[in-house]
């Protein structure tokens, strides 16, 4: 299956896909070490904590950061 989407190589190659695979998917809670200045505000001096979705948790050991943006709305 190839949905022309983006029309790059790798969105091609993202696109094509095993409709019968089912990929494992876990959420991680990460502790936040640096806090962004839009966090500054916060006055609880408990531990703050990130948490994210992923469908690669093989990947999870390597990762370095979790980047965010105050502008957009996740959901």
Known sequence: MFVD???T???ESELEYN???VSTAIYVRL???QRPACLHG???HKPLYG???TTTPWTIPAN???AFN???VYV
């Open 5 to 7: 989407v983006c029309r």
């Open 9 to 11: 190589a790798l969105a």
């Open 19 to 21: 409709s019968e695979h």
């Open 31 to 33: 502790p936040v070490t």
């Open 42 to 44: 916060l006055t609880s």
């Open 51 to 53: 948490v994210i979705w």
């Open 64 to 66: 370095q950061a979790v």
């Open 70 to 72: 105050e502008n957009i």
